[in-house]
């Protein structure tokens, strides 16, 4: 039998000292050290502070408000598509709908027609002893 070559047809283990030396790296498991995923990339992105001027003033927007600024200057120019967009981002991160109601307050009392309406409740609560 040749060297490297086992009994069953296949090839030995490398030699322990060698498996893993210059140039043949051990396998790698998960992301690598200081490796970033998109999420973190493009929120980078978006924050990057820009100067630009706006009305004669040197203003500092970030990329996402220049997207932001872009996309309305299209929409109001008459782009449906642009038009869509700004819909679709309002729905999804606009202002929280406000819900109203009314809010169902109890006329002041004095302290003696409190004490009687607590009595009255408490004649018609069964204390969980007395089950």
């Known amino acids: 039998m040749s060297k490297g070559v086992n009994a069953a ?13 210059p ?8 992301r690598r050290k200081g490796a970033r995923n998109v999420e973190t990339i493009v ?4 924050m990057e502070k820009h100067k630009v001027k706006i ?3 040197i203003r500092r927007l970030t990329t996402a408000e ?6 309305r200057r299209k929409a109001l ?3 449906v ?21 009314w809010l169902v307050v109890p006329e002041p009392m004095s302290q003696e ?7 009255l409740h408490n004649r018609s609560v069964v204390h969980p002893d007395e089950r």
């Open 9 to 21: 047809g296949g090839r030995d283990a490398p030699p322990k000292g060698r498996a893993f030396g």
């Open 81 to 101: 598509r642009a038009a869509a967009d700004i819909d679709r981002l309002h729905d999804r991160h606009g202002p929280a709908e406000v819900k109203g109601g």
């Open 55 to 57: 009305d004669g003033k």
């Open 77 to 79: 120019s008459g782009d």
């Open 43 to 46: 929120r980078e992105i978006a």
């Open 66 to 71: 220049l997207v932001l600024l872009a996309l």
């Open 23 to 30: 140039g043949n790296p051990a396998p790698r498991k998960g």
């Open 113 to 119: 027609e409190w004490q009687a309406m607590v009595e």
